[in-house]
C-alpha cells in the first residue's frame, strides 16, 4: 500500500506517470486527499478503474471522548493497528489540533503518560496530516505536543509541515503552528535552517539542571545552558519568538526562589513562558501546585520583565490535558 497521504505533488506525478495517467491527475488526487476524504472511492473527479487502483492508509477514530469544557479527545488506529491519541481545543473561537507525531516515546520525563511504555515507531507525514485531515476544514492552529518528540522524528515532522502548508492543499500557515521538543538542541538547530516558521514551544519545567535531570533526562545530554543557545540561535535565524513551557508540580519546581532562578535563566531570551498546572497521570505521585502558587510564581516572573501567562485547564476529565496522552494498549483496543 503505498502511503499517498505523505506524498507530495511532485511525487505523486511521478507516481502518476509510471501508471500511464496524465499528469493532472496528480494534483487532483492531491486536491482530493488534502480536503479529508475517507477512501479512494469518494474521490469521484478520478476514473473508477483509477479509483479502484488506489489505496491509501489514513488513521480512523476508534473512539471519541467529550470532556465537560468541549474538549475532544479521538484515539486513531493506525494502518498496523497501533493507535494515538490527538486532542482538539477551542481558544476563544479558534479551533486547534493537538496532534501526535510517534506511538508512544522514549524521552522519559517524569510527569508524563506518553512515554509508559516507551517508543514503538515513528508516525508518517501522513498519520500526522490524517489527525487534521479528520477534523474537518474549521481547524486554525496545530500544536505538535501529542504523544512523541517532534524532533526524534526530524524528517517526518519536516515532510509533515511542508505538506501542510502546500497552498494546493490544507494551506495552513507555519506560523499557525506550533512544535513541543523537550530538548533535542541538535535537532532545534537543525530545524531552524529548514526555513519552517513555526514557533519553537519548549519543555522545560525548571530553572536549574539538577530538577530537570530528575524530570528530564534528555537533560542530562542537552543542558539547560546548551539549550537555551540553540533557542537564542533559533531566534536569530527564524525570528520566530520562542514559548516555554513549565509545569508547576507541588514541591519540586514551583517555589519563589524557583520563579527567581527562572527568570534569571531566560534573560535575554525573547519568550514567553506557559504556567500548567501538573495533571494527574496513573503511576505518577507528583501533586498540582495551587492556584495561588501559580500566580505567586507568574508575578515573579512578570515583575522580572518575564512575559507569562498562566494556562486553563482543558480536558483533564478525559485525560485529554498536558501529559495525560498515552499509547493505548490492547486491553484499550479490545474494548
Not at 494534483?27 to 487502483?53: I, N, W, Y
Request: hydrophobic residues 35%.
Amino acid at each position: 500500500m503505498i502511503d499517498l497521504l505523505s506524498q507530495t505533488p511532485e511525487e505523486l506525478t511521478e507516481l502518476f506517470k509510471e501508471w500511464g495517467q496524465p499528469a493532472y491527475r496528480a494534483g487532483q488526487v492531491f486536491k482530493a486527499l488534502h480536503s479529508g476524504v475517507p477512501d479512494a472511492a469518494s474521490m469521484t473527479t478520478l476514473p473508477l478503474k483509477l479509483r479502484e487502483k488506489l489505496d491509501f492508509p489514513r488513521p480512523r477514530v476508534k473512539t471519541e471522548q467529550l470532556s465537560a469544557d468541549g474538549t475532544r479527545k479521538l484515539l486513531y488506529e493506525l494502518s498496523d493497528g497501533e493507535t494515538v491519541e490527538s486532542v482538539l481545543l477551542d481558544y476563544g473561537g479558534e479551533t486547534t489540533v493537538c496532534l501526535s507525531s510517534q506511538v508512544g516515546c522514549r524521552m522519559g520525563c517524569a510527569f508524563c503518560a506518553s512515554t509508559t511504555g516507551g517508543k514503538v515507531r515513528d508516525l508518517t507525514a501522513g498519520e500526522m496530516l490524517g489527525q487534521i485531515l479528520y477534523c474537518g476544514r474549521h481547524v486554525s492552529r496545530a500544536v505538535m505536543m501529542g504523544i512523541g518528540e517532534p524532533l526524534d522524528n526530524l524528517d517526518n515532522t519536516a515532510r509533515f509541515l511542508r505538506l501542510l502548508s502546500r497552498p494546493e492543499g490544507r494551506g495552513m500557515s507555519l506560523r499557525h503552528v506550533s512544535l513541543s521538543t523537550c530538548g533535542l538542541a541538535p535537532e532545534i538547530l537543525k530545524l531552524a535552517d529548514m526555513g519552517l516558521p513555526v514557533t519553537l514551544s519548549v519543555s522545560l519545567h525548571a530553572p536549574d539542571d539538577d530538577t530537570r535531570n530528575y524530570l528530564m533526562p534528555i537533560n542530562r545530554r542537552f543542558s539547560l545552558q546548551e539549550l537555551l543557545t540553540s533557542c537564542r540561535m533559533y531566534f536569530e535565524k527564524t525570528r520566530r519568538r520562542n514559548s516555554f513551557e513549565y509545569i508547576l508540580i507541588k514541591g519540586i519546581n514551583d517555589s519563589p526562589a524557583q520563579a527567581g532562578d527562572l527568570a534569571a535563566l531566560l534573560k535575554g531570551q525573547d519568550a514567553h513562558v506557559n504556567l500548567i498546572f501538573f495533571n494527574p497521570v496513573k503511576g505518577k505521585d507528583f501533586l498540582p501546585s495551587s492556584r495561588e502558587t501559580a500566580e505567586r510564581f507568574a508575578q515573579t516572573l512578570a515583575s522580572r520583565g518575564v512575559g507569562v501567562t498562566v494556562r486553563r485547564r482543558l480536558g483533564a476529565d478525559i485525560d485529554a490535558a498536558c501529559g495525560q496522552l498515552r499509547r493505548r494498549t490492547a486491553e484499550t483496543k479490545a474494548r
